[in-house]
């Protein structure tokens, strides 16, 4: 859902509204691409049309959106090639940030991500929304504690090609359960300062995904 906005640095609000709003879409969940009317945008933020357009432009230059020319904008959606591909460079990244986090984290700094690592494989499967959402947060938390901003902005604007089929994955109980063990190793294999076997298991959870884009997405 889109709120009003106030005028208070309103090119940057405006970016961050509809970069949230197509976050929270499903656009794998049908084949029709999701088109963005720039009037109804105006309308629910409460907006001119110039803060629209220059908030687009700027997602349309991370890949988020589309231009089609007579057509309009729409939400730009991956196809599988694409996703696995992004899921390949998403696993490399991930794997080298162990070696970052080690380097430039302090232990309490690593230890930190153990409060997204709160579930026990018996209360999981009643909270699968909430820790769907901290699975996501643990990951974003990995790149942070990187120290390396750059890594963590290549992939944010791929973030709403992953975001979902994350969630939509780790919801499938046995898969949650799974993630669960491989949360809790990543840490300790951090704390330890194991570098070698924290971007292994890094790069296998990511790459647990390749498997799912496989079954679930048709092209």
Known sequence: MIQKIGPVNLKGKVYDSLKKYILSLNIYLKQSDFHLDERQLSEKLGVSRTPIREAVAKLEQE???????RRGVFVHRK????????????????????HLIIANSTKDEIES?????????????????????????????IMKLTKVKLMGEIL????????????????????????????????????????????????????????????????
């Open 63 to 69: 890949g988020i959106v589309k231009t089609v020319p």
């Open 113 to 141: 991500l153990n409060k997204y690592c709160h579930y026990s494989k018996e209360n999981v499967l009643s909270e699968l929304d909430n820790y769907s959402n901290d699975n996501i947060k643990f990951h974003n938390q």
């Open 156 to 219: 944010e604007s791929q973030l709403i090609h992953l975001q979902y089929l994350r969630k939509k994955f780790v919801i499938e109980s046995h898969r949650a359960v799974k993630s669960i063990d491989e949360h809790n190793d990543i840490v300790r294999s951090l704390v330890a300062g194991q570098g070698s076997k924290a971007e292994k298991l890094l790069k296998n959870h990511a790459l647990t995904l390749v498997d799912k884009i496989q079954e679930s997405i048709n092209s």
């Open 79 to 98: 196809s599988k090639k694409e996703l696995i591909d992004i899921v390949t460079v998403w696993a490399g990244l991930e794997g080298y940030a162990a």
